[in-house]
């Protein structure tokens, strides 16, 4: 099993900026992939950013050039969110992709969200 806890949401102004972490816990277990997915209210969830272990990176295009999605070690991911939008609020999930290790197999955890409000 691997656990995910993310930190960081919040209330910002628009213009503003916040940065949300995500560390991975468990064992046996070796991380592909991680990313940020957001959902706002009525919407689906939708991919936000996301960094694979060779450190290619994916963005939406509602946020490129805005955020920057970074891993610090091969377990944890951070999201730098700057120049922040109402349309950026929803609740954000960290996503790993994951391998068992000796496996051929492995599992997509998420996190439990952290709720971001971009609001004056």
């Known amino acids: 099993q691997v656990q995910l806890v993310e930190s960081g949401g919040g209330l910002v102004q628009p213009g503003g900026s916040l940065r949300l972490s995500c560390a991975a816990s468990?064992?046996?277990?070796?991380?592909?992939?991680m990313g940020w997915y957001r959902q706002a209210p009525g919407k689906q969830r939708e991919l936000v950013a996301r960094?694979?272990?060779?450190?290619?990176t994916d963005y939406a295009a509602s946020v490129k050039g805005r955020f920057t999605i970074s891993r610090d070690n091969e377990n944890t991911v951070d999201l730098q969110m700057n120049s922040l939008k109402p349309e950026d609020t929803a609740v954000y999930y960290c996503?790993?992709?994951?391998?068992?290790?000796?496996?051929?197999?492995?599992?997509?955890?998420w996190g439990q969200g952290t709720q971001v409000t971009v609001s004056s």
């Open positions: 996503r790993a992709e994951v391998m068992y290790s000796g496996k051929l197999y492995g599992n997509i955890y």
């Open positions: 468990g064992s046996n277990f070796r991380i592909n992939a």
């Open positions: 960094i694979t272990s060779g450190g290619s």
